[in-house]
């Protein structure tokens, strides 16, 4: 089993920078792929980006250039740095752990931009 806890949102203006975490604990080795999801209200959940165990990453058109996802396998933690933010980027953003038989999620962190 893996345990994820995210951290690191908050209220920013547009055009400001935040950076989110996820901890991961437990069955660790079975992670193959980190990935950020984002839910807005009244939308659905949406990916973010995603980095592979090897380093591949990659991003959602809307947030290509201005995010940017990493992981320190060491501290077992990924990290969604987010810049140039817009009141579009507004959501509760999920922190997903990829593992054969069932992904892992975390709890949650609401970034919230504004105008």
């Known amino acids: 089993q893996v345990h994820l806890v995210e951290s690191g949102g908050g209220l920013v203006q547009a055009g400001g920078s935040l950076r989110l975490s996820c901890a991961a604990s437990?069955?660790?080795?079975?992670?193959?792929?980190m990935r950020w999801y984002r839910q807005a209200p009244g939308k659905q959940r949406e990916l973010v980006a995603g980095i592979s165990s090897g380093g591949i990453t990659n991003y959602a058109e809307s947030v290509k250039g201005r995010f940017t996802i990493s992981r320190d396998n060491d501290k077992n933690t990924a990290y969604l740095e987010m810049n140039s933010l817009k009141p579009e980027d507004t959501g509760v953003y999920y922190c997903?752990?990829?593992?054969?038989?069932?992904?892992?999620w975390g709890q949650g962190t609401q970034v919230t931009v504004s105008s």
């Open positions: 997903n752990a990829v593992r054969p038989g069932r992904n892992a």
């Open positions: 437990g069955s660790i080795f079975s992670i193959t792929a």
